[in-house]
């Protein structure tokens, strides 16, 4: 079977593809790997890495000449053995990194480490293979191998010294935002080629070459992220598959015998075991939990491509045999078999995540400081947020503290990054999207001293687990409440002009399990022009939603810090379920309103009324009025199902906004007003938010209510120094 579909005339071609492939595959390695993390890796990779290398390199050699010197083997396994303990002691980056992304835990703390780690491991496992490929290739000439030795080094040098800083140079030639030029794509495919084919004539294998251009190539923009981006297309769904499929083609499992089998997984099942315990015996000096150890150690035994390489080599080069390179290619199967769902069985990141107390706003004492963690992703989005954040009501005796987290999608590279910017008091001159946006959140810092802080972060990652960052800067920064972008941009026109499905997972994911409150922003300020309120240039309307429940409680909470604000006008539209009675819950929500309501006596911009409602359609009637009176309406996302909800459920399109939020943020609307929907911390096991869970209804004998027309609300209004007696 295998010779009809893969004919012997037709092996060569597919091999030749396959070596192409795997040039620009490791060349591609390379461009993603983060060089700085090779040069400063921190003092817990650096211990880790060198311990796992060297200890597993040891005792997994040692094993190998006892097994060979103690058992019975066949001579070809004999010879083998040995090479096949060495093997065991690397730790490809490559394999990490694909591993992590694919259980989605690249960016994590344990996952972070890992890659760290890992692209340590990989540079001292290439130094090892270029000696061993240096000695073979000479055929143990001491004179050849140390001659090869020299040019591999002096190679290096080269490219470092002298090709790195040309690289550089043309790179910083290229136009940011433009398509990248075909000249440049041509200088690359070249430049792979010809490293590779002067590292052939230098005496190393040909795959060299590649990897060290791959690593003196920038990452990211403008050169780094869009080569990838080509290569991805003919390396990963052509050149790659056609190397697993030359690979699978040598494997022939009929040719292993019992006892080599055992024998080998002897040695493979203990050196996987050496490594964990090297990270074990490593993490005892860096005060890294037992539990975490483990989850490190077996990540760091991560099988893949890099691997079936170097058997590939070894088999070409007469190291290992047939049966010797079936066991080999079958072991990387069955360690990644074996490790991948142990890891998912042991570490849970969210457990990491879950806070020891209440971080919201409406259980934050008064004069406490609000801290609030912004994400953006759309620099056009930054001036609607500073107006949110002005109008959140900064003074010195209740500060905010702005933590402001920059999204910005991983392209070009495989390490996941949190990089926490400079705090300065001063505006920087910077014209990178990141720096035009910091510098506009230091001008509100600016316009705000002594009552606002800024600490701003960028978030380097996937969307698919970028959650992972939010979490642990918002655990770490003790914040209030997470603002997040809607996933849909408006035009000036008022129509949808682009939808990021991305963000939108993002929003879902982080509401599910936020350390904290969570409000999703959407922001229509591109159809107003997004006024500024900063140095009382604007007045700025707020109308809060209530209907009940913790999410409008923590939104009323937020609303009444606004309304404090000299230059915002504070509306509550509370909304009541004609009809329905209960006294219990109605006096919990008429007590924290008494509160709000009495903060505000003397403010003469605020304003309170009540909207009694028999249903879904006149609640829906009743938000359509408030059409284009506020600049931002805020709303809790989830309110108990109840009649005044009745049928609008059917229609929502963003379930992350809830039945209202997602009427209020619909195109359909009508309205010019920006929305900031608000979730409050949710707690596992907390009986304390049950309490607001059920819907706000009124009595039938309320004297100073009247029955309402159909799909009529029903408005009985207060003015500030309303006192509200409970029936």
Known sequence: MGSELFPAR?????????????????????????????LRPGREPLVIG??????TLFFSVSLAFALKACVKMDDSLARALPFIGISQCLTPFSNVSCLLIELKLASSDLGRLACSTAILCDIMGMIILMLLFAILQSSYDPMKSIMSIGSAVMFVFFMVFITGPLVRKTVKRIPTGKPLGDQYVFLCFAGVLLTGFVTEILGQHFMFGPIVLGLIVPDGPPFGAPIISKLDLPVGKFFYPTFLTTSGIKTNIFTIDLQSLWITSLLIFSACIIKIGAVMFASRFLNIDFHDSIIIGLILNARGVCELLMYNLWRDGGILSDQEFALTVISVVGVTAIVTPLIKLLYDPMKRHVPLKRRTIQHSKREAELRILVCIHNADNVPSIINVLEASHATEVSPIAVIAVLLEELVGRATHMLVAHQSTRTLQPNNSRSGHIINALRQYELCNE?????????????????????????????????????????EIDGSIGSVNRNVQGMNIKVMEKAPCSVGILVDRGILTGSMSILNNQSIFHVAVIYIGGPDDAESLCYGSRMGAHSNVTLSIIRFLLYGSDSARERMKDNNLIDEVRQANMENQNFKFQEQVVKDGVGLAASLRSLENSFDLLIVGRNHQASEILMGLGAWSECPELGVVGDILSSPDFGSTASVLVVQQQRLNGDKLMN???????????????????????????????WDFALK
């Open 450 to 490: 002594s009552c606002v802080t800024i600490q701003s972060f960028s978030a380097i990652s996937h969307f698919e687990m970028v959650q992972d960052d939010i979490y642990r800067v918002a655990l770490d920064q003790n914040a209030n409440i997470v603002i997040l972008p809607f996933h849909k941009h408006w």
């Open 50 to 55: 060198i311990s796992v290398m060297l200890i």
């Open 691 to 721: 309490r607001m869970m059920k819907p706000v209804v009124i009595s039938h004998e309320a004297g100073h209510e009247s029955r309402p027309a159909d799909d009529q609300p029903a408005i009985i209004e207060h003015e500030a120094r």
């Open 10 to 38: 037709s092996i060569m071609t597919l091999e030749t593809a396959a070596s192409f492939g795997i040039m620009f595959f490791l060349f591609a390695i390379g461009v993603r790997t983060d060089t700085s993390m090779i």
